[in-house]
T-cell receptor, first 114, second 116 residues
Framework: GNSVTQMEGPVTLSEEAFLTINCTYT??????LFWYVQYPGEGLQLLLK?????DKGSNKGFEATYRKETTSFHLEKGSVQVSDSAVYFC?????????????FGQGTTLQVKP | GAVVSQHPSRVICKSGTSVKIECRSL??????MFWYRQFPKQSLMLMAT?????????EQGVEKDKFLINHASLTLSTLTVTSAHPEDSSFYIC????????????FGPGTRLTVT
């Protein structure tokens, strides 16, 4: 069945460091891919998404490219801030891009130190 | 816009009792609501999908008689954990989607359930 695998955390970085959180997936068909972020004490928020191969999603300085050949959707940011500290979830939709069920990775905790 | 609330945020109940968790879409009509369960340091596991006015569709392995889901209106879904046991202790998260959100899921803040 469909699944998502994320790198284990926590990831601890200094402010202004480069961030990569790896995400790979297994899916039949052509899923849409998402990154969600969960700040402490809050619900999940959609960070970015990509609906087809080679699409690049971007938001708030974060970006991820849908790589079908490597079945990956790695999250990157060039310069992290303390305010980026949160848990990041990679997910795929195995139905239509918006109404289908979401399958989540296990989440990666990012800690950014000043 | 697209705010989803959950109530309560935390609840402690005794074994054998039932507890109800509410999920509300505050500023849009949610034709579909999803209920997830999250174990510590683990992923969100989809429990069920509910469409307004219809019976919920449960994922494999989720007991529908234990986790009762009602989606009686376009802004409210409830999850009732019946005859709770300590192993039901978990973090329960709902999400909601509808035409106003272009069917993107918006998530509630979650409810921490502890069964003693």
């Amino acid at each position: 069945g469909n699944s998502v695998t994320q790198m284990e955390g926590p990831v601890t970085l200094s402010e202004e460091a480069f961030l990569t959180i790896n995400c790979t997936y297994t899916a039949t068909g052509y899923p849409s891919l998402f990154w969600y972020v969960q700040y402490p004490g809050e619900g999940l928020q959609l960070l970015l998404k990509a609906t087809k191969a080679d699409d690049k999603g971007s938001n708030k300085g974060f970006e991820a490219t849908y790589r079908k050949e490597t079945t990956s959707f790695h999250l990157e940011k060039g310069s992290v801030q303390v305010s980026d500290s949160a848990v990041y979830f990679c997910a795929l939709s195995d139905g239509s891009s918006n109404t289908g069920k979401l399958i989540f990775g296990q989440g990666t905790t990012l800690q950014v130190k000043p | 816009g697209a705010v989803v609330s959950q109530h309560p945020s935390r609840v402690i109940c005794k074994s054998g009792t039932s507890v109800k968790i509410e999920c509300r879409s505050l500023d849009f009509q949610a034709t579909t609501m999803f209920w997830y369960r999250q174990f510590p340091k683990q992923s969100l596991m989809l429990m069920a999908t509910s469409n307004e006015g219809s019976k919920a569709t449960y994922e494999q392995g989720v007991e529908k008689d234990k986790f009762l889901i009602n989606h009686a209106s376009l802004t409210l879904s409830t999850l009732t954990v019946t005859s709770a046991h300590p192993e039901d202790s978990s973090f329960y998260i709902c999400s909601a989607s509808g035409q106003a959100t272009t069917y993107e899921q918006y998530f509630g803040p979650g409810t921490r359930l502890t069964v003693t």
